[in-house]
């Protein structure tokens, strides 16, 4: 048996051409035999599923169909976002050129730690990262695995130029990421703004401000993950502005908004905020990862600076060698914003906001379709892509079996979300291909899990 071929090099191509076909046939092949946006049993079955189709993981000899068996066992056991009852979280479906992009950072396996393993990618990330950040009024970008990255790195930022003693605000809305990573960084208990109607309240915002010693970093929300719901931006950026207080913007799920003409003035404000978490996985279509924090004084990335003689020796800067270690708490980094940028360049502004403007119309086309149901209750018409809703009359016991019971049969994947002390389904709705008729059949199915038919359930 001969060495194992690379994918890159000048033979790299060959080599991956019959495996790509493989995976293919594998990815059809499991969709398929999956026959719905989930897997039908519950985690045992796919357990299980997976465990056969596995075997021995590491055997004395290798098996050389282990790439398609392994990858069908994964589509056949996937929740694929790209079904259109596939909408609990904000887990979109990949555009395909943004894919086949990611497919090239594989094969070229750039590492953004030093300029000599990535000449190229580093070059483009310095584009794309400031052409974002002029999207939010920012002057540079790092890039990140996400909103969860982007949050902890705005807030050890902020640490960095106030000190230990900073105190960290934020709504009751806020993504769990946030009080994580006060935690994380050692910084004291933060304190939590009311959100009485799902977004911070600036008043009490003020009150907070006013009493609790600084200095202060206020975090608001531009897209919360159990509604979409965006802080009232403008009067938080106020009240910061009176304060002297630092602003974050947690805008990882709200930031796509910004691609689109008719949606973007929901974010007026963010240009005042410090850094600014955004994450195109999300409302960007992109495999993960995706994220970025958008920095609006440069000066702030200092903190970041670090030296490894082998990767950002002083003389090597000092002859116009770029410094990547400053770019990221990482060390190995894939090119990401290789997919972002083909994505940027391929759909246009007006491409991607029509991406946008089609989900969030979903969301209203399904908010409406509940409203007028006798069946079901909206919680309220989407800010974004989200809409909660739930069975009219049903307790929160039966909303969580109802979610399950869909969740076990296979048949949709939808979130939950508490609410005015309810408990609600959440539906994300992130794939711009859905159908009215898609919208429908989710309300038949959820009224057929809370009163099952005899029989199997449909898929």
């Known amino acids: 048996m001969g060495l194992p071929p690379l994918a890159s090099g000048p ?3 060959d080599a991956l051409r019959p495996l790509l076909d493989t995976v293919l046939d594998a990815l059809r092949t499991g969709a398929a035999t999956r026959a ?3 897997p039908a049993g519950g985690p045992d079955a796919v357990a299980a599923q997976v465990a056969d189709a596995a075997g021995e993981i590491l055997p004395d000899l290798g098996e050389p169909e282990a790439l398609r068996v392994l990858v069908t066992a994964l589509a056949e056991g996937a929740a694929d976002p790209a079904h259109p009852l596939c909408a609990a979280h904000l887990h979109g479906p990949p555009l395909a050129v943004a894919t086949a992009a990611d497919l090239a950072a594989s094969v070229l396996n750039p590492s953004l730690d030093s300029w000599d393993q990535a000449p190229a990618a580093s070059a483009l990330e310095t584009l794309v990262t400031r052409t974002l950040a002029r999207e939010t009024g920012a002057a540079d970008a790092l890039v990140t695995t996400g909103g969860t990255e982007s949050n902890q790195l705005a807030v050890l930022l902020a640490r960095e130029a106030h000190g230990a003693g900073l105190r960290l605000i934020h709504g009751a809305n806020a993504h769990h990421s946030v009080p994580r990573a006060a935690w994380l960084l050692g910084l004291p208990e933060p304190v ?3 959100a009485p109607a799902g977004a911070l309240d600036p008043a009490a915002l003020d009150e907070a401000l006013t009493q609790v ?8 929300t531009a897209g919360t993950t159990d509604a979409g719901l965006i802080d009232p931006l403008p009067e938080i950026a106020d009240r910061c502005a009176a304060h002297d207080a630092r602003l974050h913007v947690d805008a990882a799920y709200g930031g796509g908004l910004l691609f689109s003409d008719r949606h973007r ?4 404000g963010l240009e005042a905020a410090h850094t600014v978490a955004l994450d195109l996985h999300k409302l960007g279509w992109q495999p993960i990862a995706a994220g970025l924090l958008t920095v609006a004084d440069t000066a ?3 903190a970041l600076h670090h030296s490894a003689h082998y990767l950002n020796a002083d003389d090597d800067t000092d002859a116009g060698l770029p410094d990547l270690l400053g770019r990221s708490p990482r060390t190995s980094r894939r090119p990401d914003i290789l997919k972002i940028a083909v994505t940027l360049k391929t759909l246009g502004r007006s491409g991607i906001g029509a991406l946008v403007d089609d989900v969030c119309l979903l969301a209203e086309r399904f908010a409406t379709l509940v409203h007028d149901h006798p069946d079901f209750e909206l919680h309220a018409p989407p800010t974004t892509s989200t809409v909660l809703f739930r069975p009219a009359h049903a307790t929160d016991e039966t909303v969580a079996a109802v979610r399950r019971t869909l969740l076990t049969t296979g048949t949709a994947v939808l979130g939950r979300a508490r609410a005015d002390g309810r408990l609600w389904l959440k539906a994300t709705l992130l794939n711009p291909h859905t159908r009215p008729d898609d919208l429908a059949a989710l309300l038949t199915l959820v009224t057929l899990a809370q009163n099952p038919p005899e029989g199997p359930a449909p898929r």
């Not at 010693?213 to 608001?220: E, I, Q, R």
């Not at 003035?265 to 007026?268: D, G, I, M, R, V």
């Open 192 to 194: 939590v703004v009311p």
């Open 265 to 268: 003035p929901k974010l007026t």
């Open 11 to 13: 033979h790299g191509p």
């Open 300 to 302: 702030d990335l200092a």
């Open 213 to 220: 010693p600084g200095p202060h970093l206020v975090v608001a």
């Open 36 to 38: 719905g946006p989930l």
